[in-house]
């Protein structure tokens, strides 16, 4: 079994939000980028599936500029075997799944995630599977392989389903995937120098989406104290003055 | 020329969210000058259908095919395309949940269309279509335009009002006709947790952190849990720690909820803890440290012990319900 892992580059998730030109662009100044984290989820289970037995090679791809390449670099470490990044700015989810068409093909298992955290689009692995008319799963929370077959968990409104389905097929990662990442060891940064790090020119696609403009939240109004021991009187607020009990 | 909502059932039984989407769809309708039609799969009553024509669907589709059961994300975006396709649909609606993020992507490709998920609120205007929503967890908005003719979102829960309208509705059933090729997801086994509030269903969310101290404490939290008819969620070390089920973490790394109230009880607040509720309506905060960040985030807040003060809370709220 060949798997591919999506890998989307995103700033550190304690990374204090900014914009620049009138509130048209992401500001990246002195941002840390890191693996978005259901990715890095996704590639810790491919590793385990790998270990386990019956896994071929475990390939991650980015549709990204250079500045993704320490991101692809750190996923080697962890233990991809090779990466593919897709010389393009990333504009939106149909333009990155269109990138990712050209090299997804030959793959048993892709994978991708629910979100990524930087624009939460939830779009790129629906759009990928599309686009290579093979099946897919979403809000899997679960993969396993034994003889070849993948049986997959997936959440559903209040409960969870096993199920199998063949193969090529995407899988959208969420929660229960893995449950620690896993961090590079000193002998994975040095091996990972060595490693295959391919970079394809991008094709001709549309963008369908156009990202106007950006706002920070409006500040919160103070939040309103109550006394420790007149703890009905917050009651009585959430009735009355919220109107939420 | 249409806008067409996809309604999910549960057990053949519509629930808020449906008639949320529906009221919402139905006002961008009217902004478009369209009719509105919902869409829906599997096993509902007629009446239960015609339920939807009260906050404003003029007509539902209603594709009954056991083969759907199996949710097999192809053959689902397919019968939504054909629907569309038959409807002429230019803007067509999905709920941001585990259905909605599986379909919607890839129905957008089979139209041609572009998508924005997560859409939190009416568009700021149709022509040019443009939408709002969440980035960056909760941190940032964005509006985005779709440049497509035809349009897919999905919405974001809980952040519209639902609007009885009233007026008539026609139902169809509708055929999509797939062949069974199309159809290769097999369920070998389902497990359904009953007797409890669906955590992302639940108006009131009553909240653990480690300020609990240990399982053994979880008692008070039940209790007022219960009281309010809430569901229960915690933060993820306590979820780690194997203190409380896997399902009840929230936040950025766990699920992510919009309930009316939230109530944060011995949680510090971290960034990644409030990414999963920073949508809720009100935050109450119960912390015995007044640095606790949870506090910038809260609506309303009590600094003091969780051990002292739970038991008050759970106490005016059984007076709260003898009053009526
Ligand atoms: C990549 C990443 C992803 C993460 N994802 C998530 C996520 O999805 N969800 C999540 O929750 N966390 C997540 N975390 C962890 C997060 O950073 C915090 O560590 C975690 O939320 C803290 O949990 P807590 O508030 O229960 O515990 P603590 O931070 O230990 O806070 C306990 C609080 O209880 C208060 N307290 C103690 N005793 C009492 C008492 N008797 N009465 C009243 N108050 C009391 C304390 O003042 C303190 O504020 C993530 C972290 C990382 C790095
Ligand atoms: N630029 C990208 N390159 C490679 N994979 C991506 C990229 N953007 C998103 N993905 C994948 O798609 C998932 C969902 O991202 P999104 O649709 O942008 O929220 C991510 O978790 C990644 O697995």
Known sequence: MKILVLISNVPDTTTKIRFTGDNKAFDATGVQWIINPW????????????????????????????????????????????????????????????????????????????????????GVGGMLAELLEINSVSAVSGIDLTDGQLKILREIDGGTQTLEISTPVLTVVQKGIAIDPRIPAMRGIMMARKKPLKVVPAVEAETRTDFLSFELPAPKAACKMVEEDNAKELIRLLHEEAKVL | MSVLVYTENWDGKFKKLSYEMVSFAAAIAKEMGSSLTALSIGHVADEELKSLGKYGANKVLNVQDDRFESLDNKALADAVAKAAEAEGAKVIIFAHNNEGKAIAPRLSVRMNAGMVSGVNGLPVSVEPFVVRKKLFTGKAFANIQIKTDVKVITFAQNSYEIVEQGGDVVIEAF?????????????????????????????????????????????????LAGLLDAGTACSRPVADEGWRPKEEHVGQTGKIIAPNVYFAIGISGAIQHLGGVNSSKIIVAVNKDPEAPIFEAADYGIIGDLFKVVPQLIDAVKEMKANG
């Not at chain 1, 071929?56 to 320490?70: F, H, L, Q, R």
């Not at chain 2, 955590?199 to 008692?219: H, M």
Request: proline share 3%.
């Open chain 1, 39 to 122: 990715d890095e989820l996704a590639l810790t289970r491919a590793m385990e599936l790998k270990e386990k037995g019956g896994v071929e090679s475990i390939t991650v791809a980015n549709v990204g500029t250079k500045i993704t390449e320490p991101t692809l670099r750190k996923a080697l470490a962890v233990g991809a075997d090779d990466a593919i990044r897709v010389d393009a700015e990333p504009l939106d989810a149909y333009f990155v799944a269109k990138q990712l068409a050209e090299v997804a093909k030959g793959y048993d298992l892709i994978m991708a995630g629910i979100e990524a955290s930087d624009y939460n689009g939830s």
């Open chain 2, 175 to 223: 055929d999509p006709q797939l062949s069974d090729d199309e159809f290769n997801t097999t369920v070998k086994e389902t497990n359904k947790i009953t007797g409890k509030v669906i955590l992302t269903d639940a108006e009131i969310v009553v909240s653990g952190g480690r300020g609990l101290k240990g399982p053994e404490n979880w008692g008070i939290l039940e209790e």
